[in-house]
Protein backbone atom coordinates (compact mmCIF):
# COMPACT_ATOMS: atom_id res chain seq x y z
CA UNK A 1 0.00 0.00 0.00
CA UNK A 2 2.64 2.39 0.99
CA UNK A 3 4.63 1.31 -2.00
CA UNK A 4 1.72 1.98 -4.35
CA UNK A 5 1.27 5.63 -2.73
CA UNK A 6 4.61 6.00 -3.46
CA UNK A 7 4.60 5.36 -6.86
CA UNK A 8 1.61 7.24 -7.38
CA UNK A 9 3.88 10.65 -5.34
CA UNK A 10 6.75 9.77 -7.98
CA UNK A 11 4.06 9.85 -10.99
CA UNK A 12 2.89 13.45 -9.67
CA UNK A 13 6.78 14.42 -9.78
CA UNK A 14 7.39 12.54 -12.81
CA UNK A 15 4.63 14.93 -14.37
CA UNK A 16 6.50 18.25 -12.34
CA UNK A 17 9.49 17.13 -14.36
CA UNK A 18 8.17 16.37 -17.50
CA UNK A 19 6.16 20.27 -17.42
CA UNK A 20 9.56 21.60 -17.22
CA UNK A 21 11.28 19.09 -19.77
CA UNK A 22 8.78 20.53 -22.58
CA UNK A 23 8.25 24.26 -21.30
CA UNK A 24 9.76 25.00 -24.52
CA UNK A 25 8.39 22.82 -26.95
CA UNK A 26 6.43 23.93 -29.63
CA UNK A 27 2.79 21.50 -30.22
CA UNK A 28 1.24 23.47 -32.77
CA UNK A 29 3.40 23.65 -36.28
CA UNK A 30 1.36 24.62 -38.36
CA UNK A 31 0.88 23.24 -42.44
CA UNK A 32 0.33 20.01 -43.79
CA UNK A 33 2.43 17.00 -42.51
CA UNK A 34 3.89 14.27 -45.06
CA UNK A 35 1.70 13.77 -48.22
CA UNK A 36 -1.38 14.86 -46.79
CA UNK A 37 -4.75 13.08 -48.27
CA UNK A 38 -7.68 16.18 -49.35
CA UNK A 39 -9.30 17.24 -45.98
CA UNK A 40 -13.36 17.54 -47.41
CA UNK A 41 -16.00 19.41 -44.91
CA UNK A 42 -18.79 17.41 -43.33
CA UNK A 43 -22.12 19.21 -42.93
CA UNK A 44 -23.83 19.33 -39.36
CA UNK A 45 -20.85 18.94 -37.04
CA UNK A 46 -19.42 21.65 -35.26
CA UNK A 47 -15.33 22.85 -35.30
CA UNK A 48 -13.62 22.72 -32.02
CA UNK A 49 -14.14 25.94 -30.57
CA UNK A 50 -10.31 27.45 -28.99
CA UNK A 51 -9.23 30.22 -26.93
CA UNK A 52 -5.93 31.37 -27.31
CA UNK A 53 -3.97 28.75 -27.47
CA UNK A 54 -6.18 25.82 -25.71
CA UNK A 55 -9.30 24.23 -27.37
CA UNK A 56 -12.49 24.25 -25.59
CA UNK A 57 -15.75 21.85 -25.15
CA UNK A 58 -18.71 22.51 -27.21
CA UNK A 59 -20.94 22.70 -23.77
CA UNK A 60 -19.89 26.57 -22.71
CA UNK A 61 -20.41 25.24 -18.74
CA UNK A 62 -17.80 22.89 -19.40
CA UNK A 63 -15.88 22.95 -16.54
CA UNK A 64 -13.26 20.23 -15.10
CA UNK A 65 -11.89 19.52 -11.58
CA UNK A 66 -9.48 21.99 -10.27
CA UNK A 67 -6.06 20.33 -10.25
CA UNK A 68 -6.06 20.86 -6.48
CA UNK A 69 -8.98 18.21 -6.35
CA UNK A 70 -7.66 16.14 -8.91
CA UNK A 71 -3.85 16.17 -7.50
CA UNK A 72 -5.70 15.69 -3.58
CA UNK A 73 -7.93 12.61 -5.48
CA UNK A 74 -4.29 11.06 -6.77
CA UNK A 75 -2.53 11.02 -3.52
CA UNK A 76 -5.08 10.44 -0.97
CA UNK A 77 -8.61 9.29 -2.57
CA UNK A 78 -8.08 6.66 -4.72
CA UNK A 79 -9.34 3.38 -4.15
CA UNK A 80 -5.93 1.30 -4.06
CA UNK A 81 -6.26 1.71 -0.23
CA UNK A 82 -9.47 -0.34 -0.49
CA UNK A 83 -8.92 -4.10 -0.56
CA UNK A 84 -11.88 -4.76 -2.82
CA UNK A 85 -11.04 -2.48 -5.33
CA UNK A 86 -8.09 -4.82 -6.05
CA UNK A 87 -7.70 -5.52 -9.74
CA UNK A 88 -7.14 -9.20 -11.17
CA UNK A 89 -5.77 -9.94 -14.58
CA UNK A 90 -8.94 -10.45 -16.90
CA UNK A 91 -9.15 -13.91 -18.85
CA UNK A 92 -8.01 -13.27 -22.18
CA UNK A 93 -8.48 -15.56 -25.59
CA UNK A 94 -5.33 -15.42 -28.08
CA UNK A 95 -7.00 -13.76 -31.69
CA UNK A 96 -7.26 -16.41 -34.67
CA UNK A 97 -4.42 -13.97 -36.33
CA UNK A 98 -4.24 -16.44 -39.81
CA UNK A 99 -8.43 -15.06 -40.26
CA UNK A 100 -7.98 -11.82 -39.60
CA UNK A 101 -5.20 -11.23 -42.00
CA UNK A 102 -7.06 -13.91 -44.20
CA UNK A 103 -10.15 -11.62 -43.99
CA UNK A 104 -10.72 -9.20 -47.24
CA UNK A 105 -14.39 -8.11 -46.50
CA UNK A 106 -16.04 -9.32 -43.54
CA UNK A 107 -16.36 -6.60 -40.61
CA UNK A 108 -15.08 -7.70 -37.35
CA UNK A 109 -13.59 -5.86 -34.00
CA UNK A 110 -11.53 -7.59 -31.93
CA UNK A 111 -10.33 -5.98 -28.14
CA UNK A 112 -7.03 -5.57 -27.36
CA UNK A 113 -7.29 -3.95 -24.03
CA UNK A 114 -8.43 -0.41 -22.80
CA UNK A 115 -9.37 1.70 -25.89
CA UNK A 116 -7.78 -0.51 -28.21
CA UNK A 117 -9.32 -1.73 -31.10
CA UNK A 118 -8.55 -3.99 -33.91
CA UNK A 119 -11.33 -3.04 -36.87
CA UNK A 120 -11.97 -4.80 -40.00
CA UNK A 121 -14.08 -2.79 -42.68
CA UNK A 122 -14.46 -3.39 -46.55
CA UNK A 123 -11.05 -5.46 -46.37
CA UNK A 124 -9.72 -2.71 -44.75
CA UNK A 125 -7.50 -2.97 -40.91
CA UNK A 126 -7.07 -0.44 -38.96
CA UNK A 127 -6.67 0.11 -34.78
CA UNK A 128 -7.98 2.66 -32.39
CA UNK A 129 -5.73 4.11 -29.65
CA UNK A 130 -3.24 1.49 -29.60
CA UNK A 131 -1.44 1.08 -26.50
CA UNK A 132 0.61 -2.31 -25.89
CA UNK A 133 2.47 -0.59 -22.88
CA UNK A 134 2.92 -2.59 -19.65
CA UNK A 135 2.90 0.79 -17.80
CA UNK A 136 1.16 3.67 -19.17
CA UNK A 137 2.83 7.23 -18.23
CA UNK A 138 5.71 9.39 -19.37
CA UNK A 139 9.28 8.77 -20.24
CA UNK A 140 8.26 5.80 -22.29
CA UNK A 141 6.33 4.31 -19.36
CA UNK A 142 9.30 4.50 -17.23
CA UNK A 143 6.79 5.84 -14.40
CA UNK A 144 2.92 5.28 -14.76
CA UNK A 145 -0.26 3.51 -14.11
CA UNK A 146 0.62 -0.55 -14.56
CA UNK A 147 -1.35 -2.72 -17.04
CA UNK A 148 -2.70 -5.86 -15.22
CA UNK A 149 -4.46 -7.30 -18.04
CA UNK A 150 -1.73 -8.55 -20.85
CA UNK A 151 -2.36 -7.58 -24.49
CA UNK A 152 -4.36 -11.25 -26.04
CA UNK A 153 -1.74 -10.46 -29.07
CA UNK A 154 1.49 -9.16 -30.20
CA UNK A 155 1.86 -5.91 -31.76
CA UNK A 156 4.48 -7.77 -35.04
CA UNK A 157 1.90 -10.61 -34.75
CA UNK A 158 -0.89 -8.13 -36.11
CA UNK A 159 -2.56 -8.51 -39.32
CA UNK A 160 -1.19 -5.42 -41.60
CA UNK A 161 -2.19 -2.11 -40.06
CA UNK A 162 -3.59 0.16 -42.84
CA UNK A 163 -3.94 3.36 -40.14
CA UNK A 164 -4.59 4.20 -36.63
CA UNK A 165 -7.16 6.16 -35.45
CA UNK A 166 -6.03 8.78 -32.30
CA UNK A 167 -9.06 10.14 -29.81
CA UNK A 168 -6.43 12.47 -27.71
CA UNK A 169 -2.89 12.86 -26.23
CA UNK A 170 -3.77 11.78 -22.91
CA UNK A 171 -0.83 8.20 -22.22
CA UNK A 172 -3.36 5.79 -21.64
CA UNK A 173 -4.56 6.25 -25.37
CA UNK A 174 -1.56 7.84 -27.09
CA UNK A 175 1.22 5.54 -26.16
CA UNK A 176 4.79 6.83 -27.39
CA UNK A 177 6.75 3.27 -27.52
CA UNK A 178 3.29 1.98 -28.77
CA UNK A 179 3.25 4.34 -31.87
CA UNK A 180 6.99 4.21 -32.61
CA UNK A 181 6.75 0.44 -32.74
CA UNK A 182 3.49 0.38 -35.47
CA UNK A 183 5.26 2.94 -37.43
CA UNK A 184 8.41 1.38 -37.72
CA UNK A 185 6.66 -2.56 -39.01
CA UNK A 186 3.78 -1.37 -40.87
CA UNK A 187 4.11 2.71 -41.51
CA UNK A 188 0.05 2.95 -40.87
CA UNK A 189 -1.65 6.48 -41.55
CA UNK A 190 -2.21 8.00 -38.45
CA UNK A 191 -5.52 9.60 -38.60
CA UNK A 192 -5.11 11.92 -35.74
CA UNK A 193 -7.28 15.26 -34.11
CA UNK A 194 -5.34 18.89 -34.47
CA UNK A 195 -1.66 19.23 -33.09
CA UNK A 196 -1.13 15.39 -32.47
CA UNK A 197 0.72 15.30 -36.33
CA UNK A 198 3.07 17.96 -35.31
CA UNK A 199 3.38 15.27 -31.87
CA UNK A 200 4.47 12.51 -34.22
CA UNK A 201 6.59 14.56 -36.64
CA UNK A 202 8.85 15.19 -33.91
CA UNK A 203 8.81 12.11 -33.23
CA UNK A 204 9.73 11.03 -36.98
CA UNK A 205 6.76 9.52 -37.94
CA UNK A 206 5.28 11.89 -41.06
CA UNK A 207 2.80 9.78 -42.14
CA UNK A 208 -0.25 11.79 -40.51
CA UNK A 209 -3.05 13.39 -41.54
CA UNK A 210 -4.44 16.03 -39.02
CA UNK A 211 -8.38 17.29 -38.49
CA UNK A 212 -10.71 19.36 -36.94
CA UNK A 213 -14.09 18.40 -35.56
CA UNK A 214 -16.18 18.31 -39.05
CA UNK A 215 -13.71 17.32 -41.24
CA UNK A 216 -12.70 14.08 -42.94
CA UNK A 217 -10.53 12.02 -45.37
CA UNK A 218 -10.63 9.24 -47.30
CA UNK A 219 -8.24 6.43 -46.28
CA UNK A 220 -7.94 3.36 -48.36
CA UNK A 221 -11.76 3.87 -49.89
CA UNK A 222 -12.97 4.22 -46.27
CA UNK A 223 -14.29 8.03 -45.13
CA UNK A 224 -12.66 8.90 -42.17
CA UNK A 225 -14.54 11.80 -40.18
CA UNK A 226 -13.65 13.53 -37.18
CA UNK A 227 -15.96 14.39 -34.59
CA UNK A 228 -16.50 16.03 -31.38
CA UNK A 229 -15.86 14.72 -28.21
CA UNK A 230 -16.26 16.46 -24.33
CA UNK A 231 -12.71 15.76 -22.73
CA UNK A 232 -9.15 17.70 -22.06
CA UNK A 233 -5.85 17.21 -23.37
CA UNK A 234 -2.31 17.39 -22.05
CA UNK A 235 1.04 15.47 -21.18
CA UNK A 236 2.09 17.86 -18.69
CA UNK A 237 1.30 20.92 -16.48
CA UNK A 238 2.09 23.20 -19.61
CA UNK A 239 0.38 21.85 -22.48
CA UNK A 240 -3.35 21.11 -21.26
CA UNK A 241 -5.60 21.83 -24.21
CA UNK A 242 -3.44 22.49 -26.75
CA UNK A 243 -3.96 19.07 -28.51
CA UNK A 244 -6.74 18.44 -29.81
CA UNK A 245 -9.26 15.46 -28.68
CA UNK A 246 -12.00 13.91 -30.72
CA UNK A 247 -14.22 11.10 -31.52
CA UNK A 248 -14.07 9.51 -34.61
CA UNK A 249 -16.60 7.54 -37.02
CA UNK A 250 -15.50 5.34 -40.12
CA UNK A 251 -17.53 5.06 -43.02
CA UNK A 252 -17.63 2.71 -45.68
CA UNK A 253 -20.11 -0.23 -46.55
CA UNK A 254 -21.33 -0.22 -42.68
CA UNK A 255 -20.67 2.55 -39.84
CA UNK A 256 -18.19 2.66 -37.25
CA UNK A 257 -18.00 5.10 -34.24
CA UNK A 258 -15.25 5.24 -31.36
CA UNK A 259 -15.91 7.39 -28.64
CA UNK A 260 -12.45 8.30 -27.16
CA UNK A 261 -12.39 9.12 -23.59
CA UNK A 262 -15.90 11.31 -23.19
CA UNK A 263 -18.35 12.69 -20.92
CA UNK A 264 -22.28 13.08 -21.58
CA UNK A 265 -23.08 15.91 -24.21
CA UNK A 266 -25.35 16.81 -27.10
CA UNK A 267 -22.45 15.79 -29.32
CA UNK A 268 -23.60 12.43 -29.27
CA UNK A 269 -26.97 13.34 -30.79
CA UNK A 270 -25.54 15.86 -33.24
CA UNK A 271 -22.96 12.70 -34.68
CA UNK A 272 -26.03 10.92 -34.29
CA UNK A 273 -27.90 12.81 -36.86
CA UNK A 274 -25.13 13.74 -38.98
CA UNK A 275 -23.62 10.43 -39.42
CA UNK A 276 -26.19 7.81 -38.32
CA UNK A 277 -27.08 5.00 -38.24
CA UNK A 278 -23.99 3.20 -36.93
CA UNK A 279 -23.90 -0.31 -37.32
CA UNK A 280 -21.53 -0.53 -34.38
CA UNK A 281 -20.50 2.24 -31.65
CA UNK A 282 -17.53 1.86 -29.08
CA UNK A 283 -17.87 3.64 -26.08
CA UNK A 284 -15.66 3.73 -22.34
CA UNK A 285 -17.61 1.93 -19.33
CA UNK A 286 -14.41 2.34 -17.07
CA UNK A 287 -12.86 5.09 -14.97
CA UNK A 288 -16.16 7.35 -14.13
CA UNK A 289 -15.15 7.57 -10.60
CA UNK A 290 -14.86 9.90 -8.43
CA UNK A 291 -18.15 11.19 -10.06
CA UNK A 292 -17.25 14.71 -8.31
CA UNK A 293 -13.89 14.84 -10.77
CA UNK A 294 -14.59 12.45 -13.86
CA UNK A 295 -17.90 13.69 -14.44
CA UNK A 296 -17.26 16.24 -16.89
CA UNK A 297 -15.03 14.05 -18.57
CA UNK A 298 -15.83 10.28 -18.74
CA UNK A 299 -19.39 8.76 -19.14
CA UNK A 300 -20.79 6.45 -16.72
CA UNK A 301 -22.04 2.71 -17.74
CA UNK A 302 -25.85 4.46 -17.84
CA UNK A 303 -24.41 7.37 -20.14
CA UNK A 304 -22.73 5.09 -22.24
CA UNK A 305 -25.64 2.91 -22.89
CA UNK A 306 -27.50 6.56 -23.61
CA UNK A 307 -24.95 8.02 -26.21
CA UNK A 308 -25.51 4.58 -28.34
CA UNK A 309 -29.25 5.77 -28.20
CA UNK A 310 -28.38 9.17 -29.11
CA UNK A 311 -25.97 8.01 -32.00
CA UNK A 312 -28.43 5.19 -33.51
CA UNK A 313 -26.04 2.62 -33.00
CA UNK A 314 -26.93 -0.86 -33.60
CA UNK A 315 -24.40 -2.70 -31.69
CA UNK A 316 -22.70 -1.45 -28.56
CA UNK A 317 -19.24 -2.33 -27.70
CA UNK A 318 -17.91 -1.65 -23.98
CA UNK A 319 -13.96 -0.78 -23.94
CA UNK A 320 -11.91 1.56 -21.54
CA UNK A 321 -12.35 -0.59 -18.63
CA UNK A 322 -9.96 -4.31 -17.38
CA UNK A 323 -6.75 -2.86 -18.13
CA UNK A 324 -4.65 -0.28 -16.61
CA UNK A 325 -5.37 0.49 -13.40
CA UNK A 326 -6.33 3.92 -13.25
CA UNK A 327 -10.26 3.48 -12.09
CA UNK A 328 -11.81 4.23 -8.39
CA UNK A 329 -14.59 1.93 -8.75
CA UNK A 330 -14.00 -1.29 -7.98
CA UNK A 331 -12.47 -2.62 -11.65
CA UNK A 332 -15.86 -5.16 -12.47
CA UNK A 333 -18.28 -2.66 -11.24
CA UNK A 334 -19.08 -1.69 -15.08
CA UNK A 335 -20.48 -4.86 -16.14
CA UNK A 336 -22.98 -5.26 -13.35
CA UNK A 337 -23.75 -1.44 -14.26
CA UNK A 338 -23.72 -2.44 -18.00
CA UNK A 339 -25.91 -5.47 -17.42
CA UNK A 340 -28.48 -3.19 -14.75
CA UNK A 341 -29.06 -0.81 -17.34
CA UNK A 342 -29.45 -3.03 -20.08
CA UNK A 343 -32.42 -4.62 -18.22
CA UNK A 344 -33.89 -1.31 -16.81
CA UNK A 345 -33.83 0.26 -20.39
CA UNK A 346 -35.19 -3.12 -22.60
CA UNK A 347 -32.36 -3.12 -24.57
CA UNK A 348 -31.65 -6.65 -26.45
CA UNK A 349 -28.50 -7.69 -24.78
CA UNK A 350 -27.16 -9.07 -27.63
CA UNK A 351 -26.85 -6.25 -29.09
CA UNK A 352 -24.64 -4.80 -26.20
CA UNK A 353 -21.08 -6.27 -26.28
CA UNK A 354 -18.21 -6.53 -23.58
CA UNK A 355 -15.64 -8.88 -24.64
CA UNK A 356 -13.10 -10.47 -23.39
CA UNK A 357 -9.87 -9.27 -24.80
CA UNK A 358 -8.34 -10.83 -27.84
CA UNK A 359 -12.17 -12.30 -28.86
CA UNK A 360 -13.17 -11.35 -32.50
CA UNK A 361 -16.72 -10.29 -33.27
CA UNK A 362 -18.67 -9.61 -36.36
CA UNK A 363 -20.49 -6.53 -36.89
ZN1 LIG B 1 -8.19 10.98 -21.44
Known sequence: MIARTARRTLLVFALLLAFAHSAG??????????ATPAIIAVDGLSAAPRAGRAFKNLDPEYKRASYYQRLHSLIVGGTWLVPESRVTPLATVAPDVRALRENGHDATVTWIGHSTLLVQLDGVTFLTDPTWAEKSGPF???VGVRRYTPAPVSLEDLPPIDFVLISHDHYDHLDEPTVRRLARIFNPT????????SWLADRGITNSV?????????VKGLTVVCTPAQHGSGRTLVDQGHRLWASWAVLGSQRFYFAGDTGYYSHFKEIGDALGPFDLAALPIGSYTPRSIARPGHISPEEALQASTDLRAARFIGIHWGTFDLAREPYREPLARIAAEVGRRGLDPAAVWIPKPGETLPW
Open 190 to 197: FVVPLGIG
Open 140 to 142: GGL
Open 210 to 218: ELNWGQSVK
Open 25 to 34: ETTLAAGPIG
